[in-house]
């Protein structure tokens, strides 16, 4: 259903999909519950890539539509979301403009050098460091980059944070969710429970969106990593139903229907607690897999402790949707001494 309902939107193939969906047999025999992973993070291809790639693919097709010749976007410093829309303008030949906050207290004087926006930097963009705070707010900084392009003699294409708050920004993940379907289908079962971590919002509320217009529910949980649960939710909510009502959903977009688990975020945005370190090497050290401090270690940290607890169902089958962003590891590198 949701393939028919996404036809009329544009899109610029980016990435390498369908991402693989495989069990994590190690994890699961150490949790008790049947865990399965799917690779957004390997199949998104473009420096590394990432969840944001999926979304990037509409956004950029009404970019490349409109004539414009520069992605102006904002994250923070160890921005993932910033590093994809870099590679994203490299590879279809158009400038980067990105404005890169201070959203994270990390002390150690390599953050901002290596990780993510050392690799925005290879691929060409342009990197603004200014302005502090995290928030899904429209900020200054990010409108003064943009009016900035223009004043240039570019045309700028703005790209929020996260590719989140934008008329298009939760169709990637309703297409995921299609996708998803397929995958299912060859396998011969359906996932109860999807576990993702949630921040800017779309990614979750595409999941959403998607899902609603399959014929069962499920459990889509997104771990917060925002440390700031309402502002999370009141996010997936917006976009969740803006999406729904963009692609003609028939089905409301409920509240019981967006699930956001705030007991992972740490101490705040970017900045890692000790179980999400120790998530993050459970899973290397299990499965070879790789997460980050700031957005998979804490949703592994969570899926983890909800299997612990019981809160998963053990004759269940779990999927822990990968979206990236382990580039930013070198920049943690401390934390891991």
């Known amino acids: 259903m949701t393939a028919r309902l996404l036809e009329r939107f544009a899109r610029t193939k980016l990435g390498f999909f369908p991402s693989p969906v495989h069990p994590l047999p190690r994890l699961s025999k150490a949790l ?3 865990i399965w992973a799917k690779r957004d993070d390997v199949s998104s291809g473009l420096a590394f890539g990432g969840n944001k790639i999926r979304k990037l693919e509409f ?17 923070n410093i ?15 030949g158009m400038r980067a403009v990105l404005v890169q906050e201070t959203w994270t207290e990390w002390p150690d004087e390599a953050y901002a050098t290596t990780g993510n926006i050392l690799l925005s930097r290879i691929v ?4 603004i460091l200014e302005g502090r705070g995290y928030s899904t707010a429209v900020k200054e900084t990010w409108e003064e980059a943009i009016e900035s392009v223009k004043r240039q003699g570019g045309k700028p294409y703005a790209v929020p944070a996260g590719a ?7 169709l990637g993940y309703a297409a995921f969710a299609e996708e998803l379907a397929h995958q299912e289908e060859e396998l011969g079962f359906r996932f109860d429970t999807v576990i993702t971590a949630t921040c800017t919002g779309s990614t979750q509320a595409g999941m959403i969106v998607g899902f609603r217009a399959e ?12 440390a700031d649960a309402a502002m999370t939710r009141a996010a997936v909510t917006k976009i969740a139903r803006a999406t729904a009502d963009l692609i ?12 956001i688990d705030p007991r992972f975020a740490g101490p705040a945005y970017g900045l890692p607690d000790a179980a999400t370190i120790d998530a993050i090497r459970m899973a290397g050290r299990l499965e070879g897999m790789l997460t980050d401090p700031v957005y998979e270690g804490k949703s592994m940290a969570g899926l983890i402790a909800m299997a612990r607890n019981g809160e998963l169902p053990a004759k269940g089958k779990v999927l822990y949707v990968h979206l990236g962003g382990a580039p930013a590891l070198s920049a943690y590198h401390s934390a891991f001494a």
């Open 124 to 127: 060409g963009a342009e990197c």
């Open 78 to 92: 160890q921005s993932n979301h910033t590093r994809q829309v870099a590679a994203v303008a490299a590879a279809l």
């Open 32 to 34: 008790g519950v049947e």
């Open 215 to 226: 014929a069962r529910d499920r459990r889509v949980i997104g771990m917060d990593t925002a």
């Open 164 to 170: 989140s708050d934008h008329p298009l920004g939760g």
């Open 248 to 259: 003609g959903l028939n089905r409301a977009i409920r509240d019981e229907d967006v699930l």
């Open 59 to 75: 956004l950029a097709a009404e970019a490349l539509a409109n004539g414009c010749d520069t992605l102006v976007s904002i994250g």
